[in-house]
């Protein structure tokens, strides 16, 4: 019977399937074979699932395809007659404006911010983080803690929110999908600050 993969397992596959498309290694069938697979055996609520997802639908590609293995058709059968018939997962509602798929509400420095993992816009940072309530046009960059007004900085968070910040289990996750999506979607983007932009800051004492 397959397993269904661990949180750190299925984002090594993730990262390794994109940068081999990214570098030309692999092309978008395999890219999308490889996907799909993500999708059969990862759980679903982890970030390199979910985003795994996301591109099978923007491609027009059912999500967890299951002719890939047969214990896993196994399992899914066994899984469904465990629960009379039903299946029962964990997932996503695009409809649901509370679900933290779709973007992460945050307080930080006296604020709350708002932060999407599918944002196609790179100012000032990726990710970055919208000023609630919606109206606000400022901007927080968690790394440095630059608060822009549009392209004019407003502010900064002191060193010990941003610490706060990045100590965060559910904020850095958004962050690895934010950098895995704008990875995919915009591979010629050369405004990254570290080389390896999926490098996290590390966690720290505040």
């Known amino acids: 019977?397959?397993?269904?993969?661990?949180?750190?397992?299925?984002?090594?596959?993730?990262?390794?399937?994109?940068?081999?498309?990214?570098?030309?290694?692999?092309?978008?069938?395999?890219?999308?074979?490889?996907?799909?697979?993500?999708?059969?055996?990862g759980k679903q609520t982890d970030g390199a699932t979910v985003f795994a997802n996301e591109i099978l639908q923007d491609n027009d590609r059912p999500q967890g395809h299951n002719d890939w293995s047969e214990d896993w058709q196994e399992r899914e059968r066994s899984e469904i007659n465990d629960n009379n018939g039903e299946r029962i997962t964990e997932g996503r509602s695009d409809d649901d404006p509370g679900d933290p798929f779709l973007h992460l509400v945050i307080a930080v420095g006296g604020n709350r911010w708002e932060f999407h993992p599918f944002d196609d816009d790179w100012f000032p940072s990726v990710?970055?983080?919208?000023?609630?309530p919606g109206r606000?046009?400022?901007?927080?960059?968690?790394?440095?803690?630059?608060?822009?007004?549009?392209?004019?900085?407003?502010?900064?968070?002191?060193?010990?929110?941003?610490?706060?910040?990045?100590?965060?289990?559910?904020?850095?996750?958004?962050?690895?999908?934010?950098?895995?999506?704008?990875?995919?979607?915009?591979?010629?983007?050369?405004?990254?600050?570290?080389?390896?932009?999926?490098?996290?800051?590390?966690?720290?004492?505040?």
């Not at 007004?149 to 610490?163: E, H, P, T, V």
């Open 136 to 206: 606000s046009t400022d901007k927080l960059d968690p790394y440095l803690g630059w608060i822009y007004d549009k392209s004019k900085q407003s502010g900064r968070l002191k060193r010990k929110a941003i610490i706060a910040l990045w100590n965060d289990d559910q904020f850095r996750e958004t962050a690895n999908r934010a950098i895995d999506y704008y990875l995919y979607k915009h591979p010629h983007y050369r405004g990254w600050r570290v080389p390896n932009p999926r490098r996290l800051p590390r966690r720290r004492k505040s």
């Open 1 to 41: 019977m397959t397993d269904i993969l661990s949180r750190e397992a299925a984002q090594d596959y993730f990262s390794l399937t994109l940068l081999s498309f990214n570098y030309g290694i692999i092309g978008e069938s395999i890219l999308l074979e490889r996907l799909a697979v993500l999708s059969s055996i």
């Open 127 to 132: 990710p970055h983080g919208h000023k609630l």
